[in-house]
C-alpha cells in the first residue's frame, strides 16, 4: 500500500514537471512605455467585416504586456433613445445595452403596469451586445469606456431614423467606434462597430457580440414553454438549448445564422451581415445567460481598418414581426410536436378577433368549431359505448362462467361483438384522433402573445395568466380562488357521470370519478385561455350526451 502511494507521488510530480517545461508559455516581453494593464474579460459586439489585405501574409501581431490603455479617461453615463415602440438606455461604459422597455407591453395587466424591460427586469452585470474581447490582441481593457457626443436623450419619431455614435482610443493609436442606428417604427436596429490600427504594430482582432439575459420574473416563463439560447444554423435549422442544456455546456461551438437569447412571449436576436461562431455561452447563477458569436480573427496591420454590422430584434413573438425580420425566425413561436394543426387554429382565432375583439369569445368560437368538426367521430364513439354498456350484463354472466378460463372468456365476448357487429375499439379511436388537435391548440394558446394581458370580462383580465378571485387565508398562507378551474371540474365530474361506463369494473368506474379532481388540480395554475377551453369543451360534450340521450330515449319508447 505504501508503495504504490510512494509511486503515486512520484508519477504527479513528473507530470507536474514535465507540464511546466513543455507547454507552459515563457514570459511575456516588457510593455512598451506608455502602455497600462488592464484585464481581458468578456463582452459583446456588433458584426465585423474581414480586413483588406495588403501585399504578403502579414506578421504576427506584437505582444504588449498588459493590453491597451485608453487615451484619456471618461466617466460612464447613460444614453436613452426613446421610439415610439420603445425606450432604449445605452451604457457608454462598454457601449451595451442596459435597458430595454417596451411602450406596448406592460409587466402587469390594467393601468397600474409600467412598461416591460425584456432584459429582465433589472440591469444586467453586463449590460447585453457588449463587445467580445476574449481574442483581441493585445487586449483591449473591458468594459471599454466609450466616449460620445450624444446627448442624455435622443427622440426618435416613427419614420425617422437617428443614430448615436461611440468612440473610444488607445495611447498607441487603435481606434474603436460603435454606431447604432435605431428607427422609430420598427423593434429591429443596425449595431456596427469599426477597428483602426493608428499604432506602430499589428493588432488582431476579432469581432463579435455578446448577448446577456437574465430569466427572472416573467420572462423565466413557466415549466410549459421555453426559454434560453436559440441558434439558427444552415445544417440543422434551429436548435434550442434551455438552461439546463447551457449549465451542462451543451452549446455547439459552432457556425451561426443568427443566434437569439429567446424567452417565451419575447427575444433578443443577433442576425450578422454573414455567418459567425457561436464563440461560448455560459450560465451565471441559475438565471442569468450569455452567449458570445464572432467572426473570424482579423489582424490589422498600422493603417488597417475593419468594419462590421448586425442587426438585431429585440421585442415581441409576433408571426408578421419576425416573418419581416427573417423567413425563418417565426420558428421561434415553438407550436410544439402538432405545429402543423397549431398554425391553422391560431390563425382562425386571430382572424375571428378582428370581429370580436375579445379572444375570451375568440377562444370560445374556436372550441365550438372544432366541437362540430369532430361531431360525427363523437357521436359514433357515444353509441358505441352505449351498445357495449347494453351488452354489460351478458359480459358479466360470461366472465362468471369462464372464470377460470381467461382465453375461453376472451373468445366468447369477440363472438359476442360479431353478433351485435360492435367494434371495442371504436369508442376509442374517434377519441384518439382529437387528441393531436387538443394538443395542438393548447400549445397554441400557451405561445400566443396576443393573449398576454388579453381581459376577458369582469375580474379576468389576463388569458395568458391563472385567473384570480380572490385569496383565502389558510394555515398562514394566501390561497388563491379561482372559479373557472372550479367549473371546469364540476363539468367533468358531469359528463363522467354521463358517460357509458362499456363494461367497466365498479373500482375502475370509482377511480374514474377521480380524474375531474385530479383535472381540477393540475388546471388550477394553468393560464385562463386554456381553462375556458376545457371548460367550454366539456360543456359541449355533455350537450351533446344529452342530445343523444334524449333521442334513445324516445327510440325506446316508440317501439315498446
Not at 459586439?45 to 489585405?53: C, D, G, L, R
Not at 493585445?138 to 426618435?156: C, G, N, Q, R
Amino acid at each position: 500500500m505504501e508503495k504504490r502511494m510512494m509511486l503515486a507521488i512520484a508519477l504527479s510530480i513528473a507530470v507536474l514537471i514535465g507540464y511546466q517545461y513543455f507547454y507552459s508559455p515563457p514570459p511575456p516581453p516588457p510593455a512598451p512605455a506608455g502602455v497600462a494593464a488592464g484585464k481581458d474579460d468578456g463582452a459583446t459586439v456588433p458584426p465585423v467585416s474581414a480586413p483588406s489585405a495588403k501585399g504578403a501574409p502579414a506578421p504576427a501581431p506584437a505582444s504588449v504586456a498588459g493590453g491597451l490603455a485608453a487615451k484619456t479617461a471618461v466617466s460612464g453615463r447613460t444614453i436613452t433613445v426613446k421610439t415610439p415602440l420603445y425606450t432604449a438606455s445605452l451604457a457608454t461604459e462598454g457601449g451595451g445595452v442596459s435597458s430595454f422597455l417596451l411602450s406596448g407591453y406592460k409587466d402587469a395587466p390594467g393601468p397600474t403596469g409600467a412598461p416591460l424591460d425584456i432584459l429582465g427586469g433589472k440591469v444586467p452585470l453586463q449590460p447585453t451586445l457588449s463587445l467580445y474581447l476574449d481574442e483581441d490582441r493585445p487586449p483591449l481593457p473591458s468594459p471599454l469606456a466609450f466616449s460620445s457626443d450624444a446627448p442624455a436623450m435622443i427622440a426618435v419619431k416613427a419614420g425617422e431614423t437617428r443614430s448615436v455614435l461611440l468612440t473610444w482610443e488607445s495611447t498607441t493609436g487603435v481606434r474603436v467606434s460603435r454606431e447604432y442606428v435605431f428607427h422609430g417604427d420598427k423593434y429591429e436596429f443596425e449595431a456596427r462597430v469599426q477597428t483602426t490600427n493608428g499604432s506602430r504594430e499589428p493588432v488582431e482582432v476579432r469581432p463579435g457580440l455578446e448577448l446577456d439575459q437574465v430569466y427572472e420574473g416573467e420572462l423565466a416563463g413557466d415549466s410549459y414553454s421555453f426559454h434560453g439560447i436559440v441558434v439558427g444554423s444552415g445544417k440543422s435549422g434551429l436548435t434550442r438549448y434551455d438552461l439546463k442544456d447551457i449549465s451542462k455546456g451543451k452549446v455547439e461551438k459552432g457556425p451561426a445564422r443568427w443566434i437569439a437569447a429567446d424567452a417565451k412571449y419575447f427575444t433578443w436576436i443577433l442576425l450578422p451581415e454573414r455567418e459567425w461562431t457561436v464563440t461560448r455561452a455560459s450560465l451565471t447563477g441559475e438565471t442569468r445567460a450569455r452567449v458570445a458569436a464572432a467572426d473570424t480573427a482579423a489582424i490589422l496591420q498600422p493603417g488597417d481598418t475593419v468594419r462590421a454590422g448586425a442587426r438585431v430584434f429585440a421585442g415581441p413573438k409576433q408571426t408578421a414581426l419576425l416573418e419581416a425580420t427573417g423567413k425563418d425566425l417565426p420558428d421561434l413561436i415553438d407550436f410544439g410536436w402538432f405545429a402543423v394543426v397549431a398554425k391553422p387554429l391560431v390563425f382562425l382565432m386571430k382572424a375571428s378577433n378582428r370581429v370580436t375583439g375579445n379572444y375570451g369569445i375568440d377562444i370560445i368560437l374556436l372550441t365550438i368549431l372544432i366541437k362540430i368538426l369532430f361531431y360525427p367521430l363523437t357521436q359514433k364513439s357515444i353509441v358505441s359505448m352505449k351498445k357495449m354498456q347494453e351488452l354489460g350484463p351478458i359480459i358479466k354472466t360470461l366472465k362468471e362462467k369462464y372464470k377460470g378460463d381467461t382465453q375461453r372468456l376472451n373468445q366468447e365476448t369477440m363472438n359476442l361483438y360479431k353478433t351485435y357487429k360492435i367494434n371495442p375499439l371504436s369508442g376509442c379511436l374517434p377519441m384518439v384522433a382529437q387528441i393531436p388537435v387538443f394538443i395542438a391548440l393548447y400549445k397554441g394558446l400557451l405561445v400566443t402573445i396576443e393573449l398576454r394581458h388579453a381581459p376577458f370580462f369582469l375580474w379576468i383580465n389576463d388569458l395568458s395568466a391563472p385567473e384570480h378571485l380572490w385569496n383565502i387565508a389558510v394555515a398562514g398562507y394566501d390561497l388563491p380562488i379561482r372559479l373557472l378551474p372550479l367549473l371546469m371540474g364540476v363539468s367533468m365530474f358531469l359528463q363522467q357521470k354521463m358517460t357509458p361506463s362499456a363494461g367497466m369494473e365498479p373500482m375502475q368506474q370509482k377511480m374514474m370519478l377521480f380524474m375531474p379532481l385530479i383535472f381540477t388540480f393540475m388546471f388550477w395554475s394553468f393560464p385562463t385561455g386554456l381553462v375556458i377551453y376545457w371548460l367550454v369543451n366539456n360543456i359541449l360534450a355533455i350537450g351533446q350526451q344529452m342530445i343523444y340521450n334524449r333521442k334513445a330515449d324516445a327510440a325506446k319508447a316508440a317501439t315498446a
